[in-house]
């Protein structure tokens, strides 16, 4: 199989972009737990559209590290933006299985953890990994 990084980027701009979609819509709905999940997938995706420029992305919900590693290959320009879009992606990541599991350990579901501001906070994360994935694709001349 041959890979081509500029489909993987596109595709994960794509998917990255649909799960914000997702996480707006979800906000209007007051669905709290939904936001934050969906607002997870676009940061790890975001996160991963720029890492697809210089390699496959893994399967993990924290793409922090595989981006912080790309670190000295990336424009000296951006590298406070990989920086950011790492932390973002570090600090959403646990919220996947948070989002879908709860904290079975102290009988939390999901719904018992997240409020508005646990989802207003993500969104805004979501849309921030937007901004920046977009500056640094954009430097890095690639067309999404």
Do not use: C
């Amino acid at each position: 199989m041959i890979l081509n990084p500029l489909s993987e980027v596109r595709y994960r701009y794509r998917l990255a972009m649909e799960h914000l979609e997702r996480a707006e819509k979800l906000f209007t709905l007051k669905d709290w737990v939904g936001v934050v999940s969906a607002s997870q997938l676009a940061i790890e995706n975001f996160t991963k559209a720029v890492i697809a420029v210089f390699e496959v992305p893994t399967w993990s919900h924290d793409p922090s590290n595989q981006l912080d590693s790309l670190i000295n290959r990336l424009l000296k320009n951006v590298t406070d933006e990989v920086r950011e879009l790492a932390n973002l992606a570090r600090e959403a990541a646990p919220e996947h299985g948070r989002s879908t599991y709860g904290e079975p350990s102290s009988g939390l579901v999901p719904s018992d953890i997240y409020r508005e501001e646990h989802a207003l906070n993500a969104l805004e994360n979501s849309r921030k990994a937007r901004r920046i994935a977009e500056g640094i694709l954009n430097s890095l001349d690639v067309k999404f």
